[in-house]
């Protein structure tokens, strides 16, 4: 055998026994401990218990082991205890947090169940008056209270709710109270629309019909009226005054178009001074004198309300006013019959 081969043989041999002479010092180390162990843990100590009295004493014998066993299970007893505690004080914590919530809700329920009430009873009157007025629009004379109120509730379906026989679960029976006044309210809407078209209707014929005050901002007061007048420029002779005289003692206010129409007119006259003359529907006219300025064109076509010119003091006049006239065909009318028709129509 080469030289080099037997010397490196020689080395394994010596690291192997080296190794398990390790292990095998290692294993009676290892045996050697848990005998120490286990004879420590086997030791007994007493436990002596002495009364002060003169009954003699107790004495109790325990080893290591079963002593580390006791403690470990009061340390284990102790942590669940505390465990346990510490649960029950966040739980009942919880509960006492949800009963107040629950109280809080059925506070709220009870408030909802009220309103509900109060709704409901407020749709009811609704359904009442929305009849009477659909009525009265719709010139069906004075409406029958009672019955149209039993008919309006039938059919928005309220009667049965106002008994509430509905359902014996309360809340399922608010449920189907509120959907019942939905109901009610929806089909409320084309009364409501039938309301709208008549008074738009109403609306359109007031506009065509000259009735409202002529100065714009309701200035000015009536100077002379409509009808037999002393003549201011004949003292004791009397005439027919053909429209009215009103004055805000002043020059320059706004002067507006009393109804819907057509501008047919407008020139200088002595006596009118400078007038403007509109045609509107169902045969009215209307004429306005001793204007400072136009702010129309002949031939032009003014909404109610518009301004046609400025209150001055032209033609033949005593101080700066406004002479208005309303003619219904060929006849002079006296235009504060149809201010009266305004007024009545806004109140």
């Given at each position: 055998m ?8 020689e080395?394994?041999?010596r ?6 002479q390790?292990?095998?010092g ?5 045996r050697?401990?848990i005998?120490?162990f ?8 007493v436990i002596?218990?002495?009364p002060?009295?003169?009954?003699p ?9 079963s ?23 966040a ?5 006492a947090?949800?009963?107040a ?16 009430e109060?709704?409901l ?6 359904q ?9 629009a ?28 509905l359902?014996?679960?309360?809340v399922s ?36 019909v ?5 100065v714009?901002?309701?200035?000015g007061?009536?100077?002379?009226y409509?009808?037999q ?5 004949a003292?004791g002779?009397?005439?027919l005054?053909?429209g ?8 320059g206010d706004?002067i507006?178009?009393?109804a819907?129409?057509k501008v047919?007119?407008?020139h200088y ?13 169902h ?11 136009f702010?129309?064109k002949k031939?032009q076509?003014v ?5 046609i010119?400025?209150?001055?003091n032209?033609?033949k ?9 309303v ?5 002079l009318i ?11 129509y806004?109140?």
């Amino acid at each position: 055998m080469p030289e080099g081969l037997r010397s490196l043989k020689e080395t394994e041999k010596r690291w192997y026994a080296r190794l398990v002479q390790g292990l095998t010092g290692g294993a009676d180390v290892v045996r050697v401990a848990i005998r120490r162990f286990f004879s420590w843990g086997r030791a007994r100590f007493v436990i002596a218990l002495i009364p002060q009295s003169e009954k003699p004493a107790r004495r109790f014998e325990i080893s290591r082991f079963s002593f580390i066993a006791i403690g470990i299970a009061l340390v284990l007893f102790v942590g669940l205890a505390v465990f346990s505690l510490s649960a029950y004080g966040a739980t009942a914590l919880r509960a006492a947090s949800l009963d107040a919530q629950l109280t809080k809700a059925r506070q709220n329920i009870d408030q909802m169940r009220e309103s509900t009430e109060n709704l409901l009873s407020e749709t009811a009157k609704f359904q009442e008056k929305l009849g009477q007025v659909v009525d009265i629009a719709q010139s069906k004379g004075k409406p029958d209270v009672q019955q149209n109120t039993s008919d309006t509730l039938k059919t928005a379906g309220l009667a049965d709710l106002i008994s509430g026989q509905l359902s014996d679960d309360p809340v399922s029976r608010d449920v189907l109270r509120l959907n019942g006044i939905a109901g009610a309210l929806d089909k409320s809407l084309p009364a409501l629309d039938d309301i709208a078209n008549v008074l738009a209707s109403q609306k359109d014929v007031m506009t065509e019909v000259p009735n409202i005050w002529p100065v714009k901002g309701d200035l000015g007061h009536i100077t002379m009226y409509f009808g037999q007048n002393e003549n201011p420029f004949a003292t004791g002779q009397w005439y027919l005054h053909t429209g009215i005289d009103i004055s805000t003692n002043r020059v320059g206010d706004s002067i507006l178009a009393t109804a819907d129409g057509k501008v047919i007119d407008i020139h200088y006259d002595a006596s009118l001074g400078n007038s403007v003359t509109i045609q509107h529907s169902h045969g009215f006219t209307t004429r306005y004198g001793h204007l400072r300025s136009f702010a129309v064109k002949k031939g032009q076509r003014v909404s109610q309300g518009d301004v046609i010119g400025y209150l001055g003091n032209t033609g033949k006049t005593t101080g700066p006013h406004l002479h208005y006239e309303v003619y219904l065909g060929t006849s002079l009318i006296d235009p504060l019959r149809f201010l009266s028709i305004r007024k009545e129509y806004h109140e």
